[in-house]
Nanobody, 121 residues
Framework: QVQLVESGGGLVQAGGSLSLSCAAS??????MAWFRQAPGKERGFVAGISSSGGNTYYEDSVQGRFTISRDNARNTVYLQMNSLKPEDTAVYYC????????????????WGQGTQVTVSS
C-alpha cells in the first residue's frame, strides 16, 4: 500500500506559476499521475509519469505549460505549472497506479487528499 500527501496549492494570478508536490510513503514504486477536479466537473487526468521517470504523459490543454517529474530517492512527485489560466482552477489530486496502461483513467491504487489551486483573472 502507498499513502500520498499533496502540498503546494494556493492562489495565483493568471500567467503565474505554482509547483505541487506529492510525498509518498509505504510501498512507493508506482506509476504516478496528477488529476484535477473543478466544481461541477468530473475528475480528469492532467499528467502522468512512469515508475522509472522515463516516460511522461500530458493532457492536451496543459502540454507545454505543465511539467511532471519525480525524485525516487525522496519518494516525491512534482507538478510544475506555468502560464496558469483561470480554467486551471481545481482541486489537484496525486494518484498512484501499478499499471501504466491505465494511467489516464480514474482507476487508481491510491489517491491523495487533494490540494486547491485557484487562478484569478
Amino acid at each position: 500500500q502507498v499513502q500520498l500527501v499533496e502540498s503546494g496549492g494556493g492562489l495565483v494570478q493568471a500567467g503565474g506559476s505554482l509547483s505541487l508536490s506529492c510525498a509518498a510513503s509505504g510501498r512507493t514504486f508506482y506509476n504516478m499521475a496528477w488529476f484535477r477536479q473543478a466544481p461541477g466537473k468530473e475528475r480528469g487526468f492532467v499528467a502522468g509519469i512512469s515508475s522509472s521517470g522515463g516516460n511522461t504523459y500530458y493532457e492536451d490543454s496543459v502540454q507545454g505549460r505543465f511539467t511532471i517529474s519525480r525524485d525516487n530517492a525522496r519518494n516525491t512527485v512534482y507538478l510544475q505549472m506555468n502560464s496558469l489560466k483561470p480554467e486551471d482552477t481545481a482541486v489537484y489530486y496525486c494518484a498512484a497506479d501499478r499499471f501504466l496502461w491505465r494511467l489516464r483513467t480514474i482507476a487508481k491504487d491510491a489517491w491523495g487528499q487533494g490540494t486547491q489551486v485557484t487562478v484569478s483573472s
